[in-house]
T-cell receptor
């Protein structure tokens, strides 16, 4: 079975631009979460989606948005990019929003804003 | 608010040594879940263990063991007879069990280097 797949793996954008990151969860998983990991720090929660509805949102500005599609894949959108948005963006999938058996993470998208 | 502290930023050990990674957490929830993840250079977070707050039994899995002490709010991770393949960044994480508790709160991680 394929794990959590994220695309692209690397991305370079200019300040002020917009970016879309994509995530496909493990087959059968209906919940997707997004995390931002700045270099040298632990991942920080951005969003969680379940059955196409937002179930949780972290402390991130409105420039960050996401959505989940009927096939449970998800997109994370970031508008008006800042240098501080440079980070590894991780997607995690789980059976349900509070799956107590852990979340399976993808390898991430490394975003560099110049 | 929830908080996870991993005071050790980096640890270096020689292969075959034992090493313990510390994790201290803060939460107001009476029921919560603790996790350890491993992050190799490839970037993905690899799930290692989950522990419920109401189960203080220590766990051993091969060379890995975890010591959960509710009285000191600690959930430490020990690797016995370390190997070069254990080199990675290790994260401790916490999630509440109350309504709306969907997110994992991570510590800053401990970078472990195992020297051959």
């Amino acid at each position: 079975d394929a794990g959590v797949t994220q695309s692209p793996t690397h991305l370079i954008k200019t300040r002020g631009q917009h970016v879309t990151l994509r995530c496909s969860p493990i087959s059968g998983h209906k919940s997707v979460s997004w995390y931002q990991q700045v270099l040298g720090q632990g991942p920080q929660f951005i969003f969680q989606y379940y059955e196409k509805e937002e179930r949780g949102r972290g402390n991130f500005p409105d420039r960050f948005s996401a959505r989940q599609f009927p096939n449970y894949s998800s997109e994370l959108n970031v508008n008006a990019l800042l240098l501080g948005d440079s980070a590894l963006y991780l997607c995690a999938s789980s059976l349900a929003p509070r799956d107590n058996y852990g979340y399976t993470f993808g390898s991430g998208t490394r975003l560099t804003v110049v | 608010a929830q908080k996870v502290t991993q005071a050790q930023t980096e640890i270096s050990v020689v292969e075959k040594e034992d090493v313990t990674l510390d994790c201290v957490y803060e939460t107001r929830d009476t029921t919560y879940y603790l996790f350890w993840y491993k992050q190799p250079p490839s970037g993905e977070l690899v799930f290692l263990i989950r522990r419920n707050s109401f189960d203080e039994q220590n766990e051993i899995s091969g060379r890995y063991s975890w010591n959960f002490q509710k009285s000191t709010s600690s959930f430490n991770f020990t690797i016995t007879a370390s190997q070069v393949v254990d080199s990675a960044v290790y994260f401790c994480a916490l999630r509440g069990a109350g309504a709306g508790s969907y997110q994992l709160t991570f510590g800053k991680g401990t970078k472990l280097s195992v020297i051959p």
